[in-house]
C-alpha cells in the first residue's frame, strides 16, 4: 500500500481586500499523478487527490467497463512512486482476456486527452439502460441532497477547490460521498466505495457538485442510478446521451431551483409552467 499522502497542503499568498493588501496562509488541495496499470502495462493516468485509492481504482475499472463485476478484481496494490502513484489492478482470467482482446481492438497511443479513451468509439460508447428503475423523488429531495452534500465536503472547506459526488437515497439521505480535484474522479471514487459496500447503485441517485459532461452520465449509468442531480449546467451530449439511456438529468440545483432536462416524471413538482 502507498504511504498516506497530505490531502492539503499549506502556502503563503498575498491577500488583497478592500481594506489592504496582507500576506496571509491559505490552505490548497494537493493533486498527483495517478496510473492505473492492467496486467504490468499503464493504461491511463489521471490528475488526482491523493486520497481513497482503492475506491479510484475499482470505480475507474467498472465505470470504464473494463470490469462487470468487483470480483473480476483477483488484487489492488497502490505503490507510491514519489513523482505520483502507480495502482496496479491484477484481473482475473476471462477479465484479463477480455480486457487483452480490448486494447488490441483500439488504435493509437493511449491519451489523456480523453481521459485515457484510447479511440472516439470507446469515448463515445453506448451506456447502460436505466430506464427500468422505478426510483422517484419529490422537489425537496432534489435540494435536500444537494445541501446534504454540501456538509460532506471536508477537503472542499478547507480548501474551496475541490469537486465532490454523492449517493443520496430517498429517506436516508447521503449514504456515501468522495471528494477529488477531479470531477470525474469524485465519480470514479464514489463508484468504487458503493461496490465495496454493495449498495445497489438503482437505489439512489447521484449528486455531483460539477458541470454535467457525457463522461459523467456515463459512469452514472455505470453505477446503475437512474437520475444524476448537478448544481451546475449540462451539456447537449449529456443530456442526448441520458435521453436515450432511460435517465433523469436534473441540473442548475441552487437553493429551491433546478431544472430538469431528461425524464421528468421520476420527479414531481407540481404543476407545471413555461419559465425562460
Not at 483477483?74 to 491484477?90: R, S, T, Y
Not at 465519480?187 to 449528486?207: E, N, Q, T
Request: proline fraction near 4%; charge should be neutral; hydrophobic fraction near 45%.
Amino acid at each position: 500500500m502507498a504511504a498516506r499522502r497530505k490531502a492539503t497542503t499549506q502556502i503563503s499568498r498575498l491577500a488583497r481586500r478592500a481594506g489592504g493588501t496582507a500576506a496571509a496562509n491559505r490552505m490548497v488541495p494537493e493533486e498527483t499523478p495517478v496510473a492505473f496499470s492492467y496486467a504490468g502495462t499503464t493504461h491511463a493516468v489521471m490528475m488526482a487527490s491523493p486520497a481513497d485509492f482503492e475506491d479510484f481504482a475499482l470505480g475507474f475499472s467498472l465505470t470504464e467497463g473494463i470490469i462487470a463485476d468487483p470480483a473480476e478484481i483477483e488484487a489492488i496494490e497502490v505503490e507510491d512512486l514519489g513523482a505520483g502513484i502507480d495502482i496496479q489492478i491484477k484481473l482475473k482470467d476471462k477479465a484479463n482476456t477480455r480486457f487483452q482482446a480490448r486494447r488490441r481492438r483500439l488504435a493509437g497511443p493511449v491519451g489523456c486527452g480523453l481521459c485515457g479513451i484510447e479511440s472516439i468509439e470507446e469515448a463515445m460508447r453506448s451506456v447502460d439502460a436505466v430506464g427500468a428503475s422505478t426510483l422517484t423523488l419529490d422537489a425537496e429531495d432534489v435540494t435536500r441532497s444537494v445541501k446534504l452534500l454540501s456538509k460532506l465536503q471536508p477537503l472542499h472547506t478547507e480548501t474551496g477547490a475541490v469537486h465532490a459526488a454523492g449517493f443520496y437515497v430517498p429517506g436516508r439521505g447521503i449514504v456515501m460521498a468522495r471528494e477529488d480535484v477531479g470531477r470525474h474522479n469524485a465519480l470514479d471514487k464514489l463508484a468504487g466505495a458503493l461496490a465495496k459496500a454493495g449498495i445497489d447503485g438503482a437505489s439512489g441517485a447521484v449528486v455531483v457538485t460539477s458541470r454535467v459532461s457525457v463522461e459523467m452520465v456515463q459512469k452514472t449509468a455505470a453505477i446503475g442510478a437512474p437520475i444524476i442531480m448537478a448544481v451546475s449546467a449540462p451539456t447537449a451530449l449529456a443530456i442526448r446521451t441520458a435521453e436515450a439511456a432511460g435517465m433523469t438529468l436534473v441540473a442548475l440545483v441552487r437553493g429551491d431551483d433546478f431544472d430538469i432536462f431528461t425524464h421528468p416524471d421520476r420527479v414531481a413538482c407540481g404543476v407545471a409552467k413555461h419559465v425562460a
